[in-house]
């Protein structure tokens, strides 16, 4: 599971749970594997990523590196700060761990980079 | 004792007291005494015998106040309890086996008795959330009141069994106990009732409580109401009833037996509020007088007709109260509860576990994208956001490399076929979207909803496709339609048939095959593969070659998959329940009923 994909997700759809984001991770293996940059995909992709989660999804994780805790201003333009967020945002995967929702602490296991999300009918 | 009768005529009727004391010591567990109390028990005649309390009121108070009389339910005595000992003792002289209202004429049988039975059901107390507040109107409010209505000419009016009723705001249909939301009478509230709310608020029992419909109800001595309770879903909390014109005893029951009768004088208010309102039953017995507890005693109160003006407020929305044994929202919903426990279980076991053993041999046969979706796709900026609700083995998610595409399914062998191909996938169910709102800038739903088991399923995986959806994103739906030879173009799915059915493509009635499914206790057709579908909700069946080798019979594994094949307009029916959307197109594309959405707002 990627953090951008960490980005979106929400155990809103729970019972009980009113906002359920950002998902606490608790990760095992992180893997990192290489993307091919798009500077142009990367720079209309930060608009729709709340920056904050981001950055503490991957400082929890240990993978922060030199990401800057803000959006730069012309980030457009800003070739080493798009290949940062590319990095952040693409390359680290989350293999093994649990995503955990905020309200509950209900567990959502990430077995083989894939986050389990299904819930039971009395959790709904 | 001497009662001025012949000793013989006393011995006869003091052995007949005797017996009929025993009776009610063993019924009621009160002592009968042969001491002088101020407490009689009529020992031989009671409710089921026709006594009411009247008639005791009536022949009793000639001797006296009287302070307490008691019915017992189901039983042939009643007590009677004076003021004092001396009354009673001049009723019991003068009543005792002389009175001819037991039955068949025969004469009352009384006795005394130390104490009266403990009539717990029957108490003063005022169920929960109920208010009486005497003097709420004034005499020339009330004529005022009064003069509003006119029943016999109104358009609203109209006469029920019992009664005379006009209605404002919204009729009150007497058939379903509700209302038409949707319908408002061409007159409201009367404004001349405005100055109600405001007394109201200014002695602190409602805060800005506005009714918007009224009810008038005119009895006639004699007429009443069964007891009832107003219907949850119908009308908010409280309920308000002002008597105009009569008083009248409106009794009030309880489940648990509690029975507490409540006095509404002329120009009082009632306030059904909480427990009153929503768990305890009123009503009003049809009678021409009340008996009604005073601090001087018992006394008998004429009806005359009397006017209520029952001011309701429409609830908006489902009745959210604790009082779940009366509560139609929650009924209702309990019972659809059960309907959707078993389209789920349907699902269970006709989708999502068959998707996970034929996974592999489904994903060999899914590789071509069909065109139209991958057009949408493409139609994709860069660095968009694109969902696959219901990815499968992921055949989409390949498209478009400038635009960030994640997947879902709830089939886990089918998302480790994708992960295993580096697609961005999770498990999940599409009823229960574990995405953000406003999360993509695009949805695909690609023969996803037709596995859904009931349209509510189904309309609620199209609100979840919508809510992830940006605003002004598209979201394009697929599901498989039950006509597959349209415009007498057979689809492809029935053209693949090996046998190549040329005119017979309708298989026999007769030779369709129902499956039960237990679970769900839902008996379905199997479908007959590659021909024209029958019904809506099938089974269709998937072929597994066993590829065991150690087995060399080679055999087949049947699977049923559960569909629901949708009619012509039915997709677009179901989108059209949701108000933030606009239909862009919709469109047949080879067997399938397809739907363009753009979401309009939040």
């Known amino acids: ?124 | 004792m001497e009662n001025g009768h012949s000793r013989k005529q006393g011995r006869k009727l003091n052995k007949k007291v005797k017996k009929a004391q025993h009776i009610v010591e063993k019924q009621t567990g009160i002592t009968c005494t042969n001491n002088v109390t101020k407490n009689l028990v009529i020992c031989n005649c009671g409710l089921v015998n026709g006594l009411s309390e009247d008639i005791i009121y009536h022949h009793f108070s000639a001797y006296g106040p009287l302070e307490k009389i008691i019915m017992i339910t189901g039983e042939s005595c009643a007590f009677v309890s004076f003021k004092t000992a001396d009354t009673a003792e001049l009723a019991y002289r003068n009543i005792n086996g002389k009175l001819n209202l037991a039955q068949d004429d025969k004469p009352l049988l009384l006795s005394f008795v130390d104490r009266l039975p403990e009539n717990s059901n029957c108490t003063n107390d005022l169920p929960s959330g109920l208010t009486v507040i005497d003097n709420f109107v004034t005499e020339e409010e009330e004529e005022l009141l009064l003069s509003l209505v006119c029943f016999d000419e109104q358009e609203n009016s109209s006469t029920l069994k019992h009664r005379q009723v006009v209605h404002y705001g919204y009729e009150f249909r007497y058939d379903n106990n509700n209302v038409d939301k949707d319908k408002p009478l061409l007159h409201g509230i009367p404004k001349e009732c405005n100055f109600l709310w405001d007394r109201l608020q200014k002695l602190g029992y409602t805060d800005n409580f506005r009714p918007d419909q009224l009810t008038v109800n005119k009895y006639q001595p004699g007429q009443g109401i069964p007891p009832h309770i107003d219907t949850h879903s119908a009308f908010d909390d409280p309920i308000l009833s002002l008597s105009l014109s009569s008083s009248i005893v409106m009794e009030f029951r309880h489940e648990n037996g509690s029975h507490v009768p409540i006095f509404l004088k002329q120009r009082s208010l009632l306030i059904m509020s909480d427990e009153s309102r929503y768990n305890w039953t009123h009503g009003i017995t049809p009678r021409k007088t009340d008996i009604v507890s005073l601090e001087s005693g018992l006394k008998v109160v004429q009806r005359c007709t009397r006017v209520s003006f029952t001011f309701r407020k429409l609830l908006k929305g489902e009745c959210q109260c604790r009082f779940t044994k009366k509560c139609d929202t929650y009924l209702k919903n309990c019972a659809d509860e059960l309907v959707n426990h078993s389209a789920s279980q349907l699902e269970k076991i006709h989708v999502h576990e068959i998707y996970e053993n034929i996974a592999d041999h489904f994903s060999d046969t899914r590789h071509k994208p069909w065109p139209n979706v991958v057009d949408f796709i493409n139609s994709f900026d860069v660095g968009s956001v694109l969902m696959d609700a219901g990815c499968g083995n992921g055949k989409y998610l390949n498209c478009h490399k400038n635009v960030f595409k994640v997947g879902f399914d709830s089939s886990a062998s089918l998302i480790n076929l994708c992960q295993e191909k580096g697609l961005n996938v999770i498990t999940c169910n599409c009823l229960y979207i574990p995405f953000r709102d406003e999360s993509v800038d695009g949805v695909i739903s690609i023969a996803v909803i037709h596995h859904l088991a009931n349209s509510e399923r189904r309309l609620r995986a199209i609100r979840e496709l919508v809510r992830v959806s940006r605003i002004n994103g598209n979201i394009l739906i697929y599901v498989w339609a039950k006509d597959q030879c349209k415009d007498q173009q057979k689809s492809s799915y029935l053209k693949q048939d090996r046998r190549n059915r040329k005119k017979d493509d309708l298989p026999q009635e007769d030779k369709i095959q129902n499956v039960t499914v237990k679970e769900s206790n839902i008996t379905l057709p199997i479908h007959i593969n590659r021909t024209q579908f029958q019904h809506q909700d099938v089974l269709v069946p998937w072929k597994l070659k066993d590829s065991n080798i150690d087995d060399k019979s080679k055999s087949e594994k049947l699977f049923l998959r559960f569909y629901h094949v949708f009619d012509e307009g039915e997709l677009e029916d179901l989108c059209k329940k949701l108000d933030n959307i606009e239909i862009v197109k919709t469109y047949y594309d080879q067997g399938n009923w397809c739907i363009l959405l753009k979401k309009l707002k939040s």
Not at chain 1, 38 to 49: A, D
Not at chain 1, 77 to 95: G, S, W
Request: proline letters at 6%; one cysteine or more; charged letters at 25%.
């Open chain 1, 1 to 124: 599971m990627k953090l951008i994909t960490h980005n979106m997700l929400t155990s809103k759809c729970m019972k009980g749970v009113t906002v359920g984001y950002p998902l606490k991770i608790q990760a095992v293996d992180v893997k990192t594997t290489e993307v091919d940059f798009n500077p142009e995909f990367i720079s209309r992709l930060i608009p729709k990523v709340d920056w904050n989660v981001l950055c503490s999804a991957a400082e929890s994780i240990g993978y922060l590196e030199d990401l800057p805790k803000e959006v730069t201003e012309n980030y457009e333009n800003n070739v080493d700060f798009l290949k940062k967020a590319h990095r952040v945002l693409l390359e680290i995967d989350i293999i093994n761990g649990e995503l955990i929702c905020p309200e509950t602490g209900r567990k959502f296991p990430i077995n083989n980079g894939i986050p389990n999300m299904l819930l039971n009918e009395d959790e709904v």
